[in-house]
C-alpha cells in the first residue's frame, strides 16, 4: 500500500468516525432516545448539556468539511500544498492532521 492509500484510507476511516459521531448527537439533541424531563431543573441541565452537544457537533462537522477536502486535493493532485503560500506541507504535519490546509507558517 502506497503512503498516498494510507493517508486516504486514514482520512476516510477518521470520516466514518465523525459521521458516526454525528448522527449521535443528533438524535441525542433531539431526545429521540428518551423523552424530554419534566422538571425545570433537569431540563436547564438537558440544555447545557445540548449546547455543549452542538459543540462538539459542530467541530465533527467542520472536520468532515475538511477531510473531504483533502480527499478532493489528493484526487486533483494538490495534498500537501499550503493553500495559503502554495509551499509544501511538512510530512510531520501531515501525519498529524491529515486534513491540514496550510503550512505551519500560514497557520500561525
Request: hydrophobic share 35%.
Amino acid at each position: 500500500m502506497t503512503s498516498m492509500q494510507t493517508t486516504i484510507n486514514q482520512l476516510q476511516t477518521l470520516r466514518d468516525e465523525l459521521t458516526h459521531r454525528i448522527d449521535a448527537i443528533e438524535k441525542d439533541v433531539h431526545h429521540k432516545n428518551e423523552p424530554v424531563e419534566k422538571d425545570f431543573a433537569e431540563q436547564a441541565t438537558q440544555s447545557e448539556n445540548d449546547d455543549v452537544l452542538h459543540a462538539i457537533d459542530d467541530e465533527a462537522q467542520l472536520t468532515v468539511q475538511l477531510i473531504d477536502a483533502a480527499l478532493t486535493r489528493i484526487n486533483d493532485g494538490k495534498y500537501g500544498i499550503c493553500v495559503s503560500c502554495g509551499a509544501e506541507i511538512p510530512k510531520a504535519r501531515l501525519k498529524a492532521i491529515p486534513y491540514a490546509t496550510t503550512c505551519i507558517d500560514c497557520a500561525e
